[in-house]
């Protein structure tokens, strides 16, 4: 049995679409939607950094900047999007993927799958973040659908709004999915460590972008001060 790869028919049809992936001997046209998606990805984050979306510190800075030097930095800025959206993209789709080969039975493409919806789903995060940060001026880590909100209520201390904020409803959705999909698939391992282990990439995930969010500033002040 063949399996054509189609994250949007899998994301709607979740039931039908894992029953086939799970009987599956072949799987045709994943690096086609591999591809598209990394594209996308691209797409989005160019987007949003010609919006200037993320830019603060550019647009601070800039009355002390000649215009040389301010269209310079915006267009260093805009390529160092890209590629952190390749990069982004990458690191979404095969380093869940590897951990997961590692831990269960279900073969790698299958795999790929599986974070092909997740990269979709958090593609489409970062597309609400736009009017978001454009109409009501909220950065991401005090979207309405994050957790960063509620915790800058209770502290200032910005480590702990960005790791609740990187903790949203979608990252929820995501860890059901990913729960559903490799319970579905695989024999190799109890539910209960699938559920662990999910829980704990997420976490990681959590702290390193919260990390990330943290050092960003004294980043583009290197690149841009």
């Known amino acids: 049995m063949s399996y054509h790869t189609n994250v949007i028919k899998l994301l709607f049809s979740t039931d039908d679409h894992l029953f086939r992936i799970g009987k599956a001997e072949k799987i045709h046209k994943?690096?086609?939607?591999?591809?598209?998606?990394?594209?996308?990805?691209?797409?989005?984050?160019?987007?949003?950094?010609?919006?200037?979306?993320?830019?603060?510190?550019?647009?601070?800075?800039?009355?002390?900047?000649n215009a040389l030097t301010y269209e310079q930095s915006k267009f260093w800025f805009l390529v160092g999007r890209a590629l952190f959206s390749v990069l982004f993209a990458m690191l979404v789709l095969f380093i869940p993927s590897l951990l997961f080969y590692l831990l269960t039975d279900i073969p790698f493409k299958k795999l790929m799958i599986m974070q092909q919806v997740v990269l979709f789903v958090l593609l489409i995060e970062r597309l609400l973040w736009i009017p978001l940060a454009t109409v009501n001026g909220l950065d991401w880590y005090v979207s309405p659908l994050s957790l960063g909100i509620i915790a800058s209520y209770i502290t200032d201390k910005s480590w702990i709004i960005f790791f609740f904020g990187a903790i949203t409803l979608f990252q929820f959705w995501i860890i059901g999915f990913q729960v559903k999909y490799l319970t579905t698939l695989s024999q190799a391992i109890r539910k209960v460590w699938i559920w662990v282990n999910v829980i704990f990439l997420h976490l990681i995930y959590w702290v390193i972008t919260a990390?990330?969010?943290?050092?960003?500033?004294?980043?583009?002040?290197?690149?841009f001060g």
């Open 30 to 65: 994943l690096w086609k939607a591999t591809g598209l998606l990394v594209l996308l990805s691209i797409l989005i984050y160019c987007w949003m950094a010609y919006l200037g979306i993320g830019s603060n510190y550019i647009s601070t800075n800039a009355t002390e900047m």
């Open 211 to 223: 990390l990330l969010a943290f050092i960003d500033t004294y980043i583009l002040s290197g690149w």
